[in-house]
């Protein structure tokens, strides 16, 4: 690792090389809030670099089979396996997360979002039809669309930066990455393994920086016909204005107020423990977090007595203590923006039941700078508060009461967004029922997070456009073309 005054110092990933940049951002570490890291601050000039790079790697990347491509990409999976621990570590000191979230869920998924679509890209079949009597036979064939732009956020950052590299580079296409700049570590060792691996010079090319700077210069850039994209629903608006009028593909994976209904017949020893991970998992900090809790009326008050009591002995502090449940968030900006609700709600008369203003929180001698936060619960709230209305995207969720089922379908639609939820009963039509008439991309019933990555990945409204998965990450990486062939 490059240090200057002890501190690590990024460069770009360009053509198979590092190469430094004239400019560098400072990088903290939540825990402590101390900087700890610099990451170049690459704008237009680093940005066409990657993309000529990614350019005169396309022939031949492109060229090569499906199954020479899924080879690499296994050698990759294996070499960021072999190293899971240092990943782990990097991770949870970048971003702010548990050590034990990072060993468990971030290093693993992004293995295996390698090892997955190595094997997909080798099982996927086009289409042909026959029209016997003008004796033609017409079929499809896919091919890679070029250098794919890939944007990533800070929130499960080599997690989600590899859902977007490996089917981008399982298709065929060259890619140009840019992860956020306050969690690139992990994208960066990344990088020093790629060679390794096997993958030729240019096919991979990470540029760190700002949204502003490197994610607007990859945006706008002619060379880069398409884009995806997760992150913040205002972010992703700029991103459709800036690449209108080069027309370029878009996949946008964006925000959400993710409601769970709970109705009387829920079994509340599931519900009660995977609410809390739904709610809290990751400081939440996850896209898919539940922010919005309804729970049927005739048990309200056993589900709130039960859910407080569990959420108070949720452990926050230092993210490398394997006994803690929550770390530090992202930032002191995020920290006081999440703050901020909370203090809205008290304001509007809503009660806060634990947490924030509430319970205190002792932490570490080492992380009283650190960006800690107390998981909060806030009931007494009215659905057009901004606490019920808007993504908070920390460790604050909402709980109130409804009555009938008809209810509360109205009532957990009626935000702009529309990515996930969870819906908890005994009562197989009932479930049936309600997930199909929600709003919204995803629905778990009885369960959270359960994901089968054949399957698509996306929401609805303001929580994005397309989806990504198996079947949906391979058509949006790839054109189709009809060919028709007279005999």
């Known amino acids: 690792m490059a240090h200057s005054e002890d501190l690590l110092v990024l460069e770009n990933f ?20 101390d900087v700890y890291c610099k990451v170049p601050d690459s ?14 790697a396309f022939p031949i990347w492109s060229s090569k089979s499906p199954w020479e491509r899924s080879q690499i990409l296994n050698k990759l999976a294996d070499l960021i396996e072999h190293d899971l621990e240092a990943f782990a570590q990097a991770e949870s000191k970048d971003q702010g997360k548990t050590i034990t ?18 094997s997909s890209i080798l099982h996927h079949t086009t289409e042909c039809t026959e029209m016997a009597s003008m004796g033609c036979v017409h079929y499809t064939s896919r091919t890679p669309v070029g250098v794919a732009g890939l944007i990533s956020p800070w929130n499960l950052p080599l997690y989600l930066l590899t859902w977007k590299i490996a089917p981008a580079i399982a298709c065929g296409n060259t890619i140009v990455a840019k992860p956020s700049e306050m969690t690139s570590v992990t994208a960066w060792m990344m990088c020093k393994l790629l060679e390794k691996a096997g993958m030729p010079h240019g096919v991979v090319n990470v540029v760190f920086g700002t949204g502003t700077k490197a994610g607007e210069a990859l945006v706008c850039h002619p060379d880069v016909p398409l884009i995806s994209f997760t992150g913040s629903t205002l972010t992703a608006q700029r991103i459709t204005e800036k690449s209108a009028p080069h027309c ?8 959400g107020k993710n409601p769970a209904i709970i109705f009387d017949d829920a079994d509340l020893n599931q519900c009660i423990p995977t609410t809390l991970r739904s709610s809290f998992a990751n400081q939440g900090e996850i896209c898919l977090c539940t922010s919005r809790i309804f729970v049927q009326r005739g048990i309200y008050s056993e589900f709130v007595k039960r ?23 992202i930032s002191k900006e995020h920290l006081e923006k999440v703050r901020s609700y909370v203090k809205k709600a008290k304001a509007e008369g809503a009660r806060i039941l634990c947490g ?18 107390l998981p909060t619960v806030i009931a007494e709230i009215k659905d057009e508060s901004c606490c019920m209305q808007e993504e908070i995207f920390g460790p604050v969720t909402c709980v109130v009461e409804f009555d009938t089922e008809e209810e509360v379908i ?12 969870t819906v908890w009963s005994s009562n197989v039509g009932r479930v049936h029922r309600v997930a199909r008439r929600l709003q919204s991309g995803l629905v778990w019933t009885n369960c959270w997070l359960v994901r089968d990555l054949n399957l698509p990945f996306g929401g609805v409204k303001a929580s994005g456009i397309g989806r990504e998965g198996a079947k949906d990450s391979y058509e949006f990486f790839t054109e189709v073309k009809t060919i028709t062939i007279k005999h």
């Open 307 to 329: 859910f407080v009591a569990e959420t108070k002995k949720w452990k926050v502090g230092n993210p490398s203590d394997p006994t803690v449940n929550m770390g530090a968030l």
């Open 410 to 421: 109205k009532r957990a639609n009626g935000v702009k967004y529309g990515l996930a939820a």
């Open 43 to 56: 704008g237009i000039e680093e940005v066409e670099a990657a993309v000529r790079a990614a350019k005169d």
């Open 14 to 33: 360009i053509a198979g090389k590092f190469v430094p940049c004239s400019s560098y951002i400072d990088s903290y570490n939540p825990s402590t809030g």
């Open 101 to 118: 979230f990072a060993r468990t869920v971030d290093i693993p998924r992004a293995v295996y979002n390698f090892r997955f679509f190595a």
């Open 356 to 373: 924030e203003g509430v319970d205190s929180l002792a932490l570490p001698a080492g992380n009283q700078k650190g960006y800690f936060m």
């Open 248 to 255: 370029k593909k878009l996949s946008l994976e964006l925000g």
